[in-house]
């Protein structure tokens, strides 16, 4: 069952933040982090661990609340670079990674 | 050269037909997948493999049929094409992990169309 993303869709000008989303109904082992942008592969972004580690990448962190079985992507002073999908992928026991639907995202001048 | 190549990247075929998209990755990682991407419906994972000779089905399977005889190959097959394949198709592979499952490393894609 693909985890569940919100927004789907985001417009940010320069410089604001976003957060970003992501649910499963499943106890989660793992939960990741792509981007892709138009034409393209999806860019692995982080990995978050069961026992709720938050880890960074330059201005993009994350978060894993393991009780809940959800995550959030922050994305602090957007740069019109940040633009394009976000998926988040969950892996619940099996060596599976199921990816939500996506949440695009528009950074503007 | 190093990483990850899908071939065909682009295919136009017609019902019935039978179709092979071929992977292959130079890391010699134990796992490969495949996705489809449709417009709505994000990324789902068709097969699977964890090393040569181990292959599991994901969620949308139906219609598909892989074979992992080399680590480094992992060919999807449809055997009698159908309209509603028609979708960008990836190639993604992981190095060894424990239990979790690393980074996953995409190839380019194959842009498939079924007339």
């Known amino acids: 069952q693909q985890p569940v993303q919100s927004p789907q869709a985001v417009i940010l000008r320069e410089g604001e933040d976003a957060v970003i989303n992501c649910s499963s109904s499943?106890?989660?082992?793992?939960v990741h982090w792509y981007r892709q942008k138009h034409g393209e592969a999806p860019v692995f972004l982080m990995i978050?661990?069961?026992?709720?580690e938050q880890k960074g990448h330059e201005k993009i962190s994350a978060s894993f609340n393991e009780k809940k079985q959800q995550s959030s992507l922050y994305l602090t002073a957007s740069q019109l670079s940040y633009s394009g999908t976000y998926f988040c992928?969950?892996?619940?026991?099996?060596?599976?990674?199921?990816f939500g639907k996506g949440t695009k995202l528009s950074v503007i001048p | 050269d190093a990483g990850i190549t899908q071939s065909p990247r682009y295919k136009i075929t017609e019902t019935g037909r039978q179709v092979t998209l071929m992977c292959h990755q130079t890391?010699?990682?134990?796992?490969m997948f495949w996705y489809r991407q449709d417009l709505g419906h994000g990324l789902r994972l068709i097969y699977y493999s964890a090393a040569a000779d181990i292959t599991d089905k994901g969620e949308v399977p139906d219609g598909y049929v892989v074979s992992r005889s080399k680590t480094e190959n992992f060919p999807l097959t449809l055997e009698s094409a159908t309209r509603s394949q028609t979708s960008v198709y990836f190639c993604?592979?992981?190095?060894?992990?424990?239990?979790?499952?690393?980074?996953?490393?995409f190839g380019e894609g194959s842009r498939l169309t079924v007339l």
């Open positions: 993604a592979s992981s190095g060894p992990g424990q239990a979790a499952i690393g980074e996953l490393f």
């Open positions: 978050l661990l069961k026992g709720g």
């Open positions: 499943k106890a989660l082992y793992s």
């Open positions: 992928g969950t892996q619940a026991g099996s060596y599976q990674l199921t």
């Open positions: 890391w010699s990682h134990s796992y």
